[in-house]
C-alpha cells in the first residue's frame, strides 16, 4: 500500500513517539520513498495511537522551539543509542500537531495498521 504524508506531520510523529520510547531507524527522518515493514509500521500506529491523547484538539500556539528532519535525526540517532528523551525535546511537534493536524495523525495510524507500507513525502 502506498501513503503521501506530509513531511511536517511524519516529522511530528517521529519526533514524538520518540521521546515516549519507540526507536524507529534514524532513516525514517526523510520519508520520501520510504519502505515500512508489517512490524515496523504497525508498531509506530500503535504507538502513534497511544500519544494521540496528549496531543491537544484546540490549536497550541508555536514557541520556537526545535523542529525539522536534522532534529528528527538526531532524536531518533540519540534514541537508537539508547538516550532518554525528554518531552521537551518535542515541543515543536505536539504544538504542530494540536488542532485540526491531530485528525492527520489518527488517519496516518489508521493506514499504518495496514501493515507493510510505502511512503512518500508530500
Known amino acids: 500500500m502506498f501513503h503521501r504524508v506530509d ?19 534514524p532513516a525514517y527522518a526523510r520519508p520520501d520513498g520510504l519502505e515500512l ?20 484538539e484546540k490549536q ?29 525535546d518535542a515541543t515543536a511537534a505536539t504544538e504542530l500537531l494540536s488542532g485540526s493536524p491531530r485528525g492527520d495523525a489518527q488517519r496516518l495510524a489508521r493506514f499504518l495498521r495496514s501493515g507493510a507500507v510505502s511512503i512518500s513525502a508530500g
Not at 513531511?7 to 526507536?23: I, K, M, P, Q, T
Not at 509500521?41 to 491537544?56: D, H, Q, T, V
Open 7 to 25: 513531511c511536517d506531520l511524519w516529522l511530528c510523529v517521529l519526533d514524538l513517539v520518540a521521546v515516549r520510547g519507540w526507536g524507529p531507524a
Open 37 to 56: 515493514s508489517g512490524e515496523d509500521a504497525r508498531e509506530l500506529a500503535r504507538s502513534i495511537e497511544e500519544l494521540l491523547p496528549s496531543i491537544p
Open 60 to 88: 497550541l500556539p508555536l514557541s520556537n522551539q526545535p523542529f525539522g528532519a536534522e532534529h528528527t535525526e538526531s532524536l531518533l540517532t540519540r534514541r537508537a543509542a539508547g538516550d532518554q528523551l525528554a518531552l521537551e
